[in-house]
């Protein structure tokens, strides 16, 4: 049993209560809100470990709540629901700052398996890499998936975070964007999902993300990460 604290958010009633059942049922503890406002209510008193979160409703969306709370500095694993489950549309959510888009309808079982897969990410195990790696000013601690720098820690969102615990276990060694897609679990997505995420990772351990110095581009193959100082 997790234990571990899940919002679902959902203006569908029916919804709500059969993943606060199921999900309940599978080790979590479940809130669940009927929108974005009740949901930033509770975000305000509550600090969940992951959110599940319907894109389509009324008032503020699913994608304009998620891109609301990355600003703000929130880094939990974020799970976008939704009836439009095209690539474009996946990609969309990705650029707001979720970590996983699952269509609907769905089943409640591959919704817990995505789940503890993010919540797993969350302090990712890099065998094989060096304990600290340095990114510039940046360090990063592969044993406890933790980004600091000067001012404290930098906050990593579960892509960021699995990505960039990728990256450290094939230090200097060019990494594909299907090995990525396939090790972020992002392959129904396609390669696109992936240079998101790497511009995301970028605008947090680069000084200038325009001109990576860490994490490079190699034309034709992937991307690669060459720690120093």
Do not use: N, W
Request: a negative charge; proline letters at 5%; charged letters at 30%.
């Amino acid at each position: 049993m997790s234990g571990e604290h899940v919002l679902v958010v959902d203006d569908d009633r029916r919804l709500l209560r059969l993943l606060q059942r199921y999900l309940g049922e599978q080790g979590y503890r479940v809130t669940t809100a009927e929108g974005a406002e009740q949901a930033r209510q509770i975000l305000s008193v509550m600090a969940p470990d992951a959110l599940v979160l319907d894109v389509t409703m009324p008032g503020e969306t699913g994608l304009e709540l998620t891109r609301f709370l990355r600003e703000a500095g929130h880094v939990l694993p974020v799970l976008l629901l939704t009836a439009r489950g095209e690539p474009a549309d996946r990609i969309e959510g990705l650029e707001a700052g979720a970590d996983d888009y699952l269509g609907k309808p769905f089943e409640p079982r591959e919704l817990a398996l995505r789940l503890r897969a993010h919540l797993r990410r969350r302090a990712p195990v890099s065998v094989g890499a060096p304990r600290l790696v340095r990114l510039g000013r940046l360090e990063f601690d592969t044993e406890r998936g933790l980004l600091t720098g000067p001012d404290g820690s930098v906050h990593l969102t579960g892509g960021e975070a699995a990505l960039l615990g990728a990256m450290t276990r094939r230090l200097g060694e060019v990494m594909t964007r299907e090995e990525i897609a396939e090790t972020l679990e992002l392959d129904e997505i396609g390669e696109r999902a992936v240079d998101v995420q790497v511009t995301r990772l970028r605008r947090r351990i680069e000084p200038d993300s325009r001109e990576p110095r860490f994490l490079q581009t190699v034309r034709g193959k992937g991307y690669v990460l060459k720690p120093g100082a």
